[in-house]
């Protein structure tokens, strides 16, 4: 129910959605200089592959779990008072700590792809199934209705300004959207794709990035995945794809994260506010 607060799942699909994006101006000026790179690094140091503003907003997810913790049972006191039962958390602390901190971008050394392919697809899993009440027409109207004001409540408890706290997250949302559009459409993006691309084409593979590539391959049979993987890998190889694409990438993001540190922060900061005692 609270997936639509997550940033990060913002980043990603902005990401999958436009890797195939046409070449367009856009508002967004992006700076592939690499001069922000220093402070940037200096203060919000990011691995290798990893969006620097998603690692800010969500951090280890420890942070997230707790926020869970009191939402969950914030909001179950009140389905509780209301005389349903109610769990007081529907995810695992696995998925709040590991599901939304995925990589940006991940390499394919030519050694990985001959011995695992692309790897499992990932699986972005909800929370794990419970007994909801067995309620029809009007009974579960108003079970509904009770549900959406005690979410509410949660929210309440565990921001200080909850609202505040959305305007901005919204506003930071939105300006990630327009860098991550601008970058996949940018001339430098789509050059290092086309010669990644050509490469792949004299092999007899039709794909426009690696992403897409990787994609096709988790739909189709284990021998006809790896065999894409060699190739991307190999084409990789040959166009230094992932330093040169992480080289742009990192460059751009530094210099829009200190454009929007303030915003950046102040979401971070906000969304770190959580009542006191909140859940093991």
Request: charged content about 25%.
């Given at each position: 129910?609270?997936?639509r607060?997550?940033?990060?799942?913002?980043?990603v699909?902005?990401?999958?959605?436009?890797?195939?994006a046409?070449?367009s101006?856009?508002?967004t000026?992006?700076?592939?200089s690499?001069?922000a790179?220093?402070?940037?690094?200096?203060?919000?140091?990011?691995?290798?592959?990893?969006?620097?503003?998603a690692?800010?907003?969500?951090?280890?997810?420890?942070?997230r779990?707790?926020?869970e913790?009191?939402?969950?049972?914030a909001?179950?006191?009140c389905?509780?008072?209301?005389?349903?039962?109610?769990p007081?958390?529907?995810?695992?602390?696995?998925q709040?700590?590991s599901?939304?901190i995925?990589?940006?971008h991940?390499?394919?050394?030519i050694d990985?792809?001959?011995?695992?392919?692309?790897?499992?697809a990932p699986?972005?899993?909800g929370p794990p199934?419970t007994?909801r009440?067995?309620l029809?027409?009007?009974?579960m109207?108003k079970?509904?209705?009770?549900?959406?004001?005690?979410?509410?409540?949660g929210?309440?408890v565990?921001?200080?300004?909850?609202?505040t706290?959305?305007?901005?997250?919204?506003?930071?949302?939105?300006?990630?959207?327009?860098?991550?559009?601008?970058f996949?459409?940018?001339?430098?993006?789509?050059?290092l794709?086309?010669?990644?691309?050509?490469?792949?084409?004299?092999?007899?593979?039709?794909?426009?990035?690696?992403e897409?590539?990787?994609?096709a391959?988790w739909?189709?049979?284990?021998?006809a995945?790896?065999?894409?993987?060699v190739?991307?890998?190999?084409?990789?190889?040959?166009t230094?794809?992932?330093s040169?694409?992480?080289?742009?990438y990192s460059?751009?993001?530094?210099?829009f994260m200190?454009e929007?540190?303030?915003?950046?922060?102040t979401?971070?900061?906000?969304?770190?506010v959580?009542?006191?005692g909140?859940?093991?």
């Amino acid at each position: 129910m609270l997936s639509r607060y997550h940033l990060l799942v913002v980043i990603v699909a902005v990401a999958a959605s436009s890797c195939g994006a046409d070449r367009s101006s856009d508002a967004t000026e992006l700076d592939f200089s690499g001069k922000a790179l220093p402070a940037a690094d200096s203060q919000y140091p990011v691995a290798y592959g990893y969006s620097r503003i998603a690692q800010l907003i969500e951090g280890d997810g420890d942070n997230r779990w707790q926020r869970e913790l009191v939402i969950g049972k914030a909001t179950a006191d009140c389905m509780h008072r209301a005389g349903y039962d109610y769990p007081d958390i529907r995810w695992t602390k696995d998925q709040i700590v590991s599901d939304w901190i995925r990589p940006r971008h991940v390499p394919l050394s030519i050694d990985d792809a001959r011995t695992v392919g692309y790897g499992p697809a990932p699986t972005f899993s909800g929370p794990p199934a419970t007994d909801r009440v067995n309620l029809e027409g009007e009974a579960m109207a108003k079970y509904q209705d009770w549900e959406l004001q005690c979410v509410v409540e949660g929210l309440d408890v565990a921001f200080a300004d909850f609202e505040t706290y959305e305007a901005n997250r919204e506003s930071l949302e939105t300006a990630v959207t327009e860098f991550e559009t601008a970058f996949s459409a940018a001339n430098e993006t789509h050059d290092l794709n086309a010669s990644w691309a050509d490469c792949m084409s004299d092999r007899g593979y039709s794909y426009p990035s690696p992403e897409e590539a990787r994609a096709a391959a988790w739909g189709t049979t284990a021998d006809a995945a790896r065999a894409i993987a060699v190739v991307d890998a190999e084409c990789r190889s040959v166009t230094d794809y992932d330093s040169q694409w992480w080289e742009l990438y990192s460059s751009a993001e530094a210099a829009f994260m200190l454009e929007h540190e303030e915003l950046v922060v102040t979401v971070f900061q906000s969304g770190r506010v959580v009542a006191t005692g909140s859940g093991q």
